[in-house]
Nanobody
Framework: QVQLVESGGGLVQPGGSLMLSCAAS????????MGWYRQVPGKQRELVAG???????NYSDSVKGRFTVSRDHAKNTVHLQMPSLPPEDTAVYYC???????????????WGQGTQVTVSS
């Protein structure tokens, strides 16, 4: 039906940078908001950044001014630029997207499988 595939995670040293990408594919009619959440063991999944279909963005206080979320509408892709990473940003990062499929009458949220980001020396 619909798939969200994240990429770009991995191991990086403190102060290093990563860019995460998430591509949506399948029976897509319309994609509304896309974004990124993250989760560490023992804690709830938390919003990192979101971006609407018209480009409005929002960020959690912990990443505001550091991370940048962007979209490529032609490729149904959302990106998250993460420069100068400290160890505290270590988490599994998930990509949600609010998608109306070809057969559906309303959009619903789909999730990617997650990508691990580890910031460590």
């Amino acid at each position: 039906q619909v798939q969200l595939v994240e990429s770009g995670g991995g191991l990086v040293q403190p102060g290093g940078s990563l860019m995460l990408s998430c591509a949506a594919s399948g029976s897509i009619h319309t994609i509304n908001a896309m974004g990124w959440y993250r989760q560490v063991p023992g804690k709830q999944r938390e919003l990192v950044a979101g971006i609407t279909s018209v480009g409005s963005t929002n960020y959690s206080d912990s990443v505001k001014g550091r991370f940048t979320v962007s979209r490529d509408h032609a490729k149904n892709t959302v990106h998250l630029q993460m420069p100068s990473l400290p160890p505290e940003d270590t988490a599994v990062y998930y990509c949600p997207a609010d998608i109306k499929t070809q057969r559906a009458t309303r959009p619903r949220r789909f999730w990617g499988q997650g990508t691990q980001v580890t910031v460590s020396s």
